[in-house]
């Protein structure tokens, strides 16, 4: 035998032993691999064997096989974007099955919330949740308070900064309210059925928005990722308002597309707060559609199709001097996905987008006789708000485990809103008033989000936005009208606003991780605070005026978190600073009129704590929150900040059934403004909820509870005009799911 | 040939001259083309005519003399104009606040003065010249003039009455407008001197709503009897303008004017 047939020889029997064609003796390893954030599988992942030169790769429904003789191993998990894992498995002869989470490699500025807790992890702490709107969504973010004005459409603070100071996406995609008095919300234009996640930014550190405070951005819901069909309907009942509440969805999916359409209709009658108090006329009704259309274009590249109607009625706000009689908003984007085949260049997408929010409100229903302010009149008003945009996003891969995002951002507000005072005495002219006159605003930005690895452990990630915003109104009769509270300023603005932001992570050892994050930022005024007109503000009793000269807010913050993940303990820990330069608020100009001005400096600080502690089927849970604003430019504390908020929860997961009983404690905050707005003092609460979900089968699962179990009357801080809260409130909800995989 | 073609130009060209000729006579610019001709006389070989812009209503009203020689057609732009307004109400006459035009050029061929008619009712009116050169003369007219809300007559502090007359706005829009009044008092029947020395404030409301509005400037003396200054009107609807007349820190007289946008 020859030198060269013996080599043939041994690669022979080494392609043969390598193919695994001696299967005798060997066992099988089966896996799967998921993002651990959004819980989609991955495809590509490497898996390599550290003993040996074995490996494999995830496919498109991010499984893996492999085939080993029994022995110890270490599997090495590895792919771009991701912290890679290594996992011991020690083979012993029978099959073994894997489920691997990756943690995205990329410092995470968000925390997100999932809304169907889609396992039953008894770590997941979305499993308790009975969502009714968004604002239930909200709720789960300790720094994140509700500020109340209805039993509907909360309006999110985040560490006591609000409205314009945050910024509120749907996928990345920028919406608006169109209510001069703030009664819509963006938040309030989307249902928790047309959403996979919301990913809350606490500080502004994450500049794919511009704000000062932080940003909210909904993720909406994919069609199902596993071909074939699943629907889930649930329908629900709440007893402090008689809520009915229905909803549904079904999704479909095939080799090159995907479908996924869902509904919900919810009806209220007015609700009790504590104390069987009836809060009258804040009753309401709601629908929703959405439709999510994916097409594969080729197997690089994917367009979706997305819509979402929201629509509502009669929806009443007991804390302000009008009801919203309707809202409608449609919400549509076209996506256009693209991963091209290079290391270095691996995504690519864009977006376009529009969405109209059209506001009705009035007082109709109200008797304006004895109304305080403006009596013997009604005053029907209109709001529309359009926003259009388009979004060009591309990641590159400078290096191994580097990234940097290139985005450029463009969006266009188009608002109007009117309002006319017609008197109940037919002597008496009608009065007419534009509030917001034809605002067109223009904002087009540049974000570069680029994050290296600065040591084998420190990461760093580096954040640099520019802005370029213009904006004008463009109708006579506000124009005029405004013009005589301006005096020569001209209503055009064009401003360039740079921001930066830098996050250190530093992964201490395998459950600890530290970070650090500093930001310089900018925000535009938000067109209300650059052209409003006569907007009545019932808190302190002024008419307010917009005014196209003021200076963008700026602020300096920091952020320092601490993140741990034991066996069974599990903490995370933030502390910030914010100071704020040319804080917008108003300033008095004559007894009955305040007009928005820059102040000199505000400052808030606090911090957020949540823990959970497991021991078999129960789980020990708790949170803290606390802000603290003061305005250095009146000398008093900064109004609608929330006191220090407690939580404190037991749960305890059976076999198909969970049972949890939960503290809410507020503190007192009797820290308030007097000068830049009229606020008072709110006293402490204490609030009980009893929750449970039992499985009935494979399909079925029964949701029920008890919030405020004590029945307290009581009002949070950020209620205006005091509102309460619900009293004890009985639900019951029965949810079905359906799925029929159709595997090819 | 040629010649033939030269000749029948001619009349064109004689056409043509003539079209850019004779602006001497047909002044281009006409300061008379918006306004309406109350009434014209001829008197010492002159055309007396007077020109108003709006119908004879209680208020500020505005004319406009124009002077010219009925032959020549040329315009005369030196004369001493006098408005005499007179109401006869049976049992006593009376005369108006009376604003003669100043100096005695004319501005762009026009006399410029006003009256303030008081009341409602029939006046006449009679519009003296004298070129101080041999020729004088006048014309007169009657006028039916309209009731409007736009003169107050208030007694002052001093017992003595007083007229205030609102000037602008006429057109008010929602926003800053001109703001302006005549102050007069009534010396006699047939005297209305201008009331030149008192501090003028003005406050802004909505009867309905009970507000008012920031920014307002109160008027200033401006010459004879008017003050200037500036209102704004928030929004359309029912407006109504207090005005205080002050002397000496004290109070003279107030009154109040209702305007709807």
């Known amino acids: 035998m020859g030198k060269i047939m013996r080599k043939i020889i041994l690669i022979f029997i080494s392609v043969i032993l390598s193919s695994g064609l001696l299967y005798g003796g060997q066992t099988e390893i089966k896996g799967l691999v998921r993002d651990g954030l959004s819980h989609k599988p991955l495809q590509g992942v490497n898996i390599e064997i550290k003993e040996g030169n074995k490996g494999s790769a995830t496919d498109d429904t991010g499984h893996f096989t492999l085939h080993l003789s029994p022995a110890a191993y270490t599997l090495v998990v590895s792919h771009i974007g991701y912290h890679t894992r290594y996992i011991r498995v020690d083979l012993q002869g029978e099959r073994q099955q894997l489920q691997i989470d990756l943690q995205p490699a990329v410092i995470e500025q968000k925390q997100a919330i999932t809304v169907y807790g889609a396992q039953n992890d008894p770590l997941d702490k979305n499993r308790d949740k009975w969502l009714n709107s968004t604002d239930d969504m909200m709720r789960r973010f300790e720094g994140v308070t509700l500020m109340r004005r209805a039993n509907f459409a909360l309006e999110p603070s985040i560490r006591g900064l609000s409205y314009g100071q945050i910024s509120t996406t749907i996928d990345g995609m920028k919406i608006f309210h169109a209510c001069v008095d703030r009664m819509d919300p963006a938040t309030s234009y989307v249902e928790v059925e047309n959403l996979d996640r919301l990913e ?24 199902q990722s596993l071909p074939g069909w699943s629907s889930e309907s ?56 959405a439709v ?80 305080e302010v403006m009596a013997d009149m009604y005053m029907p008003m209109y709001g529309v708000a359009t926003t259009y945009g388009a979004i060009v996003a591309a990641t590159f891969l400078p290096g191994r485990d580097s990234f940097l995002k290139l985005t450029l951002d463009y969006y266009r507000l188009n608002s109007f809103a009117d309002m006319k005072m017609l008197s109940i005495f037919p002597d008496v002219a009608p009065a007419y ?8 605003l ?39 009208a405004l013009s005589a509270f301006w005096s020569d300023q001209g209503s055009f603005m064009e401003q360039v606003l740079p921001s930066g932001s830098l996050a250190l992570e530093w992964p201490a050892d395998a459950e600890n991780i530290l970070t650090w994050s500093l930001a310089a930022v900018q ?48 903490a995370d820990f933030s502390l910030f600073f914010n100071h704020l330069n040319n804080y917008i608020a108003g300033r008095w100009q004559s007894p009955e009129f305040k007009i928005y001005e820059n102040f000199s400096g505000a400052d808030l600080y606090g911090f957020e704590w949540n823990g959970s502690y497991h021991v078999k089927a129960l789980t020990l849970a708790g949170s803290l929150a606390y802000t603290r604003g003061y305005n250095n430019a009146l000398g008093e504390p900064l109004p609608y900040i929330p006191p ?45 909820d009893l929750r449970g979900r039992y499985h009935l089968g494979e399909a079925w699962e029964i949701k029920a509870g008890v919030e405020n179990l004590l029945d307290s009357y009581y009002h949070e801080h950020l209620s205006i005009n005091n509102l309460p809260s619900p009293g004890r409130n009985f639900y019951l909800g029965l949810n079905y799911r359906w799925q029929r995989s159709t595997e090819n | 040939m040629f010649l033939k073609f030269i000749l029948s130009l001619l009349p064109v060209v004689l056409l043509l001259a003539g079209c850019d000729n004779g602006n001497d006579s047909n002044d281009p610019f006409d300061p008379t083309a918006d306004l309406t001709m109350i009434n014209e006389a001829y008197a010492s070989g002159t055309l007396i005519k007077v020109y108003a812009d709006k119908q004879a209503e209680v208020g500020y009203n505005r004319y406009y003399v124009t002077l010219s020689d009925s032959l020549s057609g040329k315009s005369i732009d030196r004369a001493l104009v006098v408005f005499k307004p007179m109401m006869d109400m049976g049992t006593m006459k009376h005369a108006a606040p009376v604003e003669n035009p100043q100096g005695m050029q004319a501005e762009e061929g026009l006399f410029r003065g006003a009256v303030t008619y008081i009341m409602a009712g029939m006046w006449s009116m009679k519009v003296e010249f004298d070129d101080q050169n041999g020729r004088s003369g006048a014309v007169s007219f009657m006028s039916d003039v309209a009731a409007t809300q736009h003169v107050k007559k208030v007694t002052g502090s001093d017992s003595l009455s007083y007229f205030i007359t609102l000037v ?31 501090g003028v404030e003005i406050e802004p409301t909505m009867p309905s709503m009970g507000h008012g509005s920031p920014n307002n400037e109160n008027p200033q003396h401006s010459g004879g009897a008017h003050y200037k200054g500036k209102v704004n009107f928030t929004m359309s609807g029912d407006w109504q303008v207090a005005v205080t007349l002050k002397r000496n820190g004290n109070i003279l007289a107030q009154t109040a004017f209702d305007i709807t946008l």
């Open chain 1, 200 to 223: 809350v930014s606490k500080g502004a550190y994450d500049l794919s928005q511009s704000s000062v405070g932080g940003s909210l951005n909904f993720v909406t819901r994919d069609p």
């Open chain 1, 234 to 289: 649930e329908t629900g009942f709440e007893s402090a308002s008689a809520l009915r509440r229905l909803r549904g969805e079904l999704s479909w999916r095939g080799r090159h597309q995907a479908l996924r359409v869902s509904m919900s209709l919810k009806k209220a009658d007015s609700y009790y707060a504590g104390d069987h108090t009836l809060i009258a006329r804040s009753g309401y009704s709601k629908q929703n559609a």
């Open chain 1, 292 to 371: 999510k259309y994916m097409i594969d274009l080729n197997d690089r590249s994917r367009l979706t199709l997305n819509y979402i109607g929201d629509f509502a009625r009669d929806i009443g706000y007991p804390a302000l001097l009008m009801d919203a009689t309707r809202t409608i908003a449609h919400i549509g984007s076209i996506k256009y996905e693209w991963n091209p085949a290079l290391s270095w260049f691996p995504k690519f997408n864009t977006r376009i987008y529009y969405n109209q929010i059209r506001h009705w409100m009035d007082d109709y229903g109200r008797d304006v006789r004895q109304r």
């Open chain 1, 433 to 440: 008033i534009v509030n917001i006159a034809d605002a067109r």
């Open chain 1, 442 to 480: 223009d904002n087009l930005a540049l974000i570069a989000d680029y994050t290296i690895p600065l040591t084998e452990r420190w990461r760093l990630r580096s954040n640099v936005r520019l802005d370029y915003a213009r904006r004008d109104i463009y109708d006579e009769f506000g124009k005029n």
């Open chain 1, 523 to 570: 925000r535009m005024p938000s067109h209300m605070e650059s052209y409003s007109f006569f907007i009545y503000n019932l808190l302190d009793g002024y008419f307010y005026t917009g005014n196209p000269g003021l200076k963008p807010e700026a602020s300096l913050q920091t952020d320092m978190g601490w993140k741990y993940r034991g066996s069974s303990l599990a």
């Open chain 1, 644 to 688: 220090l908020a407690t939580t404190v929860s037991f749960s305890y997961t059976g076999s198909g059934w969970w049972l949890q009983l939960r503290m809410l404690h507020n503190a007192a905050q009797n820290r308030v403004a007097d000068k830049s707005t009229r606020e008072d003092t709110t006293p402490a609460f204490t609030r009980l």
């Open chain 2, 168 to 198: 602008e706005p006429m057109a008010p829009k929602v926003g800053m407008n001109d703001f302006s009044i005549c102050v007069n008092y009534k010396q006699n029947m047939m005297s209305f001197p201008e009331v030149t020395d008192v």
